[in-house]
């Protein structure tokens, strides 16, 4: 049987509960909802939606790296976001991370996200 391990990166913020910020379970490696936070200070980047898109970005690159993958191991994708009128601009930066073929991907809308949060993204990716 495959044995499951937790995935840390100091570049990317702590968990903010019981959960890890991703975890390996044989080939697939299953990474937590990141939210804008910046892992200095545990605050959410100030300057919208945008900003908080990017730095959810950098976060999940960091944990992607500290499990020696990258972007293009991501196989399916899923963002919360608390408005879907900036679904445009989320998108926007979603593509500077993704090439052909892209990640299958779920956009919700969503009531609320933790930390006042307006977008929180999850990932699967296959280890190489």
């Known amino acids: 049987m495959d044995e499951r391990r937790a995935i840390h990166s100091d570049r990317a913020p702590a968990a903010i509960g019981p959960y890890s910020q991703a975890m390996r379970a044989g080939e697939w490696v299953f990474l937590s909802g990141q939210i804008g936070l910046d892992p200095a ?12 898109a990017a ?23 899923t963002v919360y976001l608390l408005d879907l009128a900036e679904f445009a601009a989320v998108n926007q930066i979603y593509a500077e991370h993704f090439g052909e073929p892209y990640p299958a991907r779920v956009t919700v809308g969503v009531a609320s996200l933790p930390k006042g949060a307006r977008v929180e993204i999850e990932a699967l990716a296959r280890a190489r």
């Open 55 to 77: 730095r959810v970005f950098a976060n999940l690159g960091a944990v992607l790296d500290a499990a020696g993958l990258d972007f293009s191991d991501v196989v399916r994708v």
């Open 41 to 52: 200070t545990g605050e959410l980047v100030a300057g919208g939606t945008a900003a908080e």
